[in-house]
């Protein structure tokens, strides 16, 4: 299933993988797996598990998701927003990006307030993805640091936004 699921992602379909390997497509058997409600209860326990993380974490949890049930979601549920619909899960949380929603951002934030370096020219240098997530959810880094997220990460906000403006 993880090499299908590979030549999915690389190639855009199986059959595409073994021309690109000079292997006629003929020559292998591709067999649909079978589902059973095991596997249903499997995917939504994994669904709400990878929604709950943060971060990257989420993001990795999210992708190895989307490899493992591709074939169930594409054949039984139709697509991962209908899954998402039918599990209860919000559907921006099982993104492929690290920080899909405000609270993403703001618990990327802290993260960095928390190890005591959130300089702001810092996060842009070492976690671009949080600065653009930031930037696209809130519009500014002003926004994200009025929602108080630490006395110190404010005033540092607050101060990166005095630099830039001038």
């Known amino acids: 299933m993880v090499l299908n699921n590979a030549a999915y992602r690389r190639f855009g379909s199986y059959v595409k993988a073994l021309q690109a390997a000079g292997i006629e497509s003929n020559q292998v058997w591709l067999r649909t797996p079978k589902y059973g409600p095991k596997h249903f209860d499997e995917l939504k326990a994994e669904m709400k598990r990878a929604a709950s993380m ?15 049930f591709r074939h169930l979601v594409s054949n039984r549920l139709g697509n991962w927003r209908k899954a998402c619909r039918k599990f209860g899960v919000k559907f921006d949380t099982l ?11 703001l618990y990327g934030l802290r993260q960095w307030a928390q190890k005591g370096s959130a300089r702001i020219t ?45």
């Open 95 to 105: 993104a492929v990006y690290p920080y899909a929603t405000k609270e993403d951002v």
């Open 54 to 68: 943060h971060g990257h974490e989420r993001t990795k949890a999210a992708q190895e998701l989307k490899d493992r």
């Open 122 to 166: 810092r996060i842009q240098r070492e976690d671009p993805a949080l600065v653009h997530s930031a930037y696209r959810l809130f519009d500014s880094w002003g926004r994200v640091a009025r929602c108080r997220l630490s006395a110190k990460l404010t005033v540092r906000c607050n101060a990166f936004l005095d630099q830039r403006v001038s």
